[in-house]
Structure formats: C-alpha cells, structure tokens
C-alpha cells in the first residue's frame, strides 16, 4: 500500500526586515483559501525563526467559516482568539517568548498583482498605516488601474507639466502649495 502526500505550497509571506524600523505592521500574508486548518500550520512554521513558537492566534471571525478557537500546529496547540472589534484584514500572533507579529492577511481570491503591491506596502520599513488603510488604498488603486485604457499618456497641467505624480500604494503624499515648492 503507497501513500502518498499532498504537495506542500510555499506560504506567501512578507516581513518586514529583520532589523529595521518599528512600524504598525510586520508585514502581509496571502493565504490559498479560507481554511485556518489547512493554512496556520505553513504560516506559523515560516514565523517561527523570527518570532518564536506561536502559541496565540488573534483575529475577526467574519471572513474566516468556520472559526476553530484552538489548532494543532507541529504537536503544539495554538488558540485562536476571535474579537470582532479587531480590521478584518488583520492578524495578530502570539509568540511563546513574548514576541507579537501582526500581520495585514489579504484575501485568497485577491488579484496577484494587487497582492503583490500589497505585500510590499505591509512590509515596508516603518510603515505607519493601518490595514484598513492599506486595503481601501489598493481598491482605489486596482479601481483606477481597471478604468485607465492601455497606454493612456498622463495629462498635462495648465502649465505644460506633468500633474503630480502618483503615490505608491500604502503612502500618504501631502503636496505643497505652488508658492512653497522650490
């Protein structure tokens, strides 16, 4: 009798360097699907060089049916808590040493390269915006992306230049008056 296994998928991690400025996240998961059985234990195994053994898990219920309060990982438990108050698209783990990794999760059905934008916005060196940010941020970006046709030039301003240039995804951009600009 042959057995066989299911081939394991590399977990879609980004973290923020190791040595690198606090900041509100430590980075962005993307998982395949919705089943926490099946997606933590490849999560909790790539944190735990970093961030030690994790031992809780925080997180909303809403996008995750159903909602196990308690997952065994690697022979250990990990509990799930699940606070309703807590952004949908955040994940806060717990690690046995005290150790906190909060993660932006975006959704499985997202599009590869908003998740790409995504990822690299949460694992941005002292990034200061909240998930909640990040994902309206990116639906305002794939939103715009979506309308523009192909090739469209950038319009110019009154004066013949280039309007302000674009924000990457995840950064505020506070333009200056005309008068103050050198």
Do not use: K
């Amino acid at each position: 009798m042959t057995s066989t296994t299911a081939p394991t998928r590399r977990t879609r991690l980004a973290l923020t360097p190791h040595a690198s400025i606090a900041g509100l996240l430590d980075g962005a998961w993307w998982p395949y699907s919705r089943d926490l059985a099946v997606e933590l234990p490849p999560l909790v195994d790539a944190l735990r060089n970093r961030f030690g053994r994790v031992t809780r898990i925080t997180a909303n219920p809403r996008p995750w049916p159903p909602a196990p309060y308690r997952l065994s990982v690697g022979g250990h438990a990990v509990h799930l808590g699940w606070f309703t108050g807590q952004a949908t698209d955040t994940m806060v783990l717990l690690s046995y040493s005290l150790d906190r990794c909060d993660l932006l999760v975006i959704p499985p059905e997202t599009e590869p390269a908003s998740a790409a934008r995504l990822m690299a916005a949460a694992s941005t060196p002292g990034n200061v915006h909240t998930t909640d940010t990040l994902m309206a941020d990116e639906d305002a970006t794939g939103r715009r992306l979506r309308e523009e046709p192909a090739g469209e030039a950038a319009p110019e301003a009154d004066d013949g230049t280039a309007p302000h240039a674009r924000p990457v995804v995840g950064a505020r951009m506070i333009y200056l008056p005309r008068s103050m600009r050198r």
